[in-house]
């Protein structure tokens, strides 16, 4: 079976819990979105951007140095070398584009790193569009270079200080000005989460990541990798790279939350690994909550991953089996971040940089010349002040 | 015949549109709220809807979503929500709704949830982020017990939606009257009553407006046309404004008599 079914739910997960007044937009998004993600035109142009724009296809990497330490083939696929230097431009790109052509003036957004809010800002600009970008008060202050960067691109930030002032409220305050300008607004969301069908267009817009390092894997190595594995936060990058493999079933896939100082000691990411069902920002999913329902504050050292719900399709995977979701530490993650500056030359996102750990800890069971594929979804320049705080160094 | 069903024949019989106040239970704690409720009902209050607070309420303005904060300040759960109307109903006979966020819901149990509302006297649910299409678990498990699920229409709804909403409501229908979060406004929606007309041409069912409703002018003008009129922010405000002073209760108590007397038509 293809998920989402006809009304937006991955098994039990997903659908559209949204106060009345936006359920005629998110129907209007589903069919125009239907009438244009098979339209030629549309397809062209989006290759277009990805290509000229984003600078697209980017690099399947052979790590060659962490491969010999670890005694297995890794790939890195390379979405830190795209503009901005994430996977989150390949979805702002297509959705801008889908907000064009349904005459949408004004463009939202959430955003917790800044990383989207970027990406967001940055398409808002190359096609002159008004952009306001919605960020909690305290990632406002932890992240103020993407601020910055948001404000050079035009873009407005509106700093909210409701609730935990992070991502989740971030969300809810972009809902709240979609319920109320939802006549002329777009609002671009960043993951796979939020209502249908937003985490269906998330996934088909990210998934050029998979279908490239599908045929990329295929000509380097001839066979397709034994792992794919990516972090998990809201799960857009791990969608991307997870949906063309789902098929194959050889492909094991691992997405990897953030533990925080470890599940059981303080707050942590981790929805899937510790969480239960429920129903936030419009879908039904794993959650961190209490036994009340009362949504948790989450904790990463990678401010992309500090969201306490995930998409509804990777808590599908996971309770269908196709996917396994394991956690990582902060300090686990942070250190797989210096092996890679140190080996690779390359400094991840403290995002990613939880999937790299993962396979630096998962190495030791594979089969020697294991072919794994990571996502490096993001460059770790915005993270430097985090890590030399740990270090207790000054940048 | 239901709670609501009855309140709306009698008000019929007295030229009278129902006052329906919404305060969010436990703020700023479950006492101040048990007397609220005794003011709100004696001051003429001819429904209550009883928010449940949630720590992401995303159709709530500012006020709502400082009263939900400060309500979860303590701590939170559904049997002392369910445990206020219980005492509520040694008293009052007046319609009480539970009026919320889904996933504390959910959480507590549909079924159980469904089951302990109606022992403790409460007479239907609505709940913000559960569109029709979503609802169908929580409606079966209303309609076993016999209470109304009362469910939104917006100034964006299609006729279809108008159609959909209409078919699955009892009680009332709830019509937001402008797209936007809950909060006190300084004037009304335009085409209200186009919309109402609109509304009535698919349900037989009693329409409330509600959303940004705080004055008795606003009220005196819904009250042309609608059944019922809601107002939540422009109380709580009061409560905001009055909070820890002797005089609290008769400053909500005289606001909420003054929209009782606009419904009187």
């Not at chain 2, 709502?64 to 008293?91: C, D, N």
């Not at chain 2, 078919?167 to 019509?175: L, N, P, R």
């Not at chain 2, 009553?193 to 009220?219: A, D, M």
Request: proline fraction near 5%.
């Amino acid at each position: 079976m293809n998920y989402p079914d006809e009304t937006g739910h991955y098994g039990p997960y997903g659908g559209r819990y949204v106060s009345e007044t936006l359920m005629p937009a998110l129907i209007e998004l589903e069919q125009s979105y239907n009438l244009y993600r098979n339209d030629p035109e549309f397809k062209a142009e989006l290759a277009y951007f990805l290509h000229e724009f984003v600078g697209r296809p980017n690099p399947l990497y052979f790590a060659q140095r962490l491969s010999e330490k670890l005694g297995i083939k890794v790939y890195l696929k390379r979405e830190d070398l795209n503009h901005t230097g994430a996977h989150k431009i390949n979805n702002t790109v297509g959705q801008i584009l889908l907000a064009r052509r349904m005459g949408k003036t004004r463009i939202i957004a959430e955003t917790g790193a800044g990383q989207h809010g970027v990406a967001t800002a940055t398409v808002a600009a190359r096609f002159g569009l008004e952009c306001d970008v919605f960020m909690g008060a305290e990632d406002v202050k932890r992240q103020e270079p993407n601020v910055f960067r948001m404000k050079l691109l035009g873009a407005r930030v509106i700093p909210v200080t409701s609730g935990s002032q992070t991502l989740k409220d971030a969300m809810n305050e972009a809902m709240r000005d979609w319920i109320t300008y939802v006549r002329n607004t777009f609002y671009i969301i960043g993951s796979v989460a939020g209502p249908h069908p937003y985490p269906l267009i998330v996934r088909d817009f990210q998934r050029v990541i998979g279908d490239e390092a599908k045929s990329q894997i295929l000509e380097k190595e001839g066979r397709l990798p034994d792992l794919v594995t990516a972090c998990v936060g809201g799960g857009s990058n791990a969608m991307g790279l997870f949906y063309p493999f789902i098929g194959d079933k050889g492909v094991v896939m691992v997405g990897v939350e953030a533990a925080g100082h470890g599940i059981g000691n303080g707050p942590h990411s981790a929805s899937l690994c510790a969480g239960r069902q429920g129903v936030l920002h419009g879908a039904k999913s794993y959650l961190l909550q209490d036994e009340q329902g009362q949504i948790s504050t989450a904790h990463s050292i990678a401010p992309g991953l500090d969201y306490p719900g995930v998409g509804p399709e990777h808590s599908w995977l996971k309770d269908s089996g196709r996917a396994q979701y394991v956690s990582v530490t902060d300090d686990e993650a942070l250190a797989a971040f210096h092996e890679l500056c140190l080996t690779e030359g390359i400094i991840p996102a403290l995002e990613s940089s939880h999937a790299v750990a993962y396979v630096m800890k998962a190495a030791a069971t594979l089969k020697k010349d294991s072919i794994v594929i990571i996502n490096l979804s993001g460059r770790g320049d915005k993270d430097i002040h985090i890590v030399a705080e740990k270090m207790d160094s000054e940048v | 015949m239901s709670r609501i069903a009855k309140m709306f024949d009698e008000l019929r019989g007295k030229k009278e549109k129902a006052l329906i106040a919404y305060i969010t239970a436990g703020d700023p704690d479950m006492a101040t709220t048990e007397q609220l409720l005794k003011c709100l009902v004696e001051s003429g209050t001819d429904m209550i809807e009883l928010g449940v607070p949630f720590s992401d309420p995303m159709a709530d303005g500012p006020t709502i979503q400082a009263a939900a904060q400060r309500a979860l300040e303590h701590p939170f759960s559904i049997q002392a929500i369910l445990g206020l109307v219980k005492k509520f109903r040694t008293y009052s006979q007046a319609p009480l709704i539970l009026f919320g966020y889904y996933n504390p819901l959910l959480q507590y149990g549909l079924e159980r949830l469904a089951h302990d509302a109606r022992e403790a006297g409460v007479d239907g649910f609505l709940v913000v982020d559960l569109p029709p299409e979503e609802a169908a678990d929580l409606k079966k498990a209303v309609d076993i017990q016999q209470l109304d699920m009362i469910f939104l229409l917006a100034p964006t709804s299609t006729d279809e939606r108008i159609r959909k909403v209409s078919d699955i409501s009892s009680g009332f229908v709830y019509y937001v009257s402008i797209t936007g979060v809950t909060g006190a406004r300084e004037s009304l929606a335009d085409m209200m009553e186009v919309s109402v007309n609109k509304i009535r041409q698919f349900t037989k069912l009693p329409v409330g407006i509600g959303f940004g409703v705080s004055s008795p002018e606003h009220v005196r003008e819904i009250a042309g046309f609608a059944d019922a009129v809601i107002v939540g922010s422009a109380i709580i405000k009061q409560l905001e404004a009055h909070a820890g002073m002797p005089d609290m209760l008769s400053k909500v108590g005289s606001f909420v008599k003054q929209l009782k007397e606009a419904t009187r038509i």
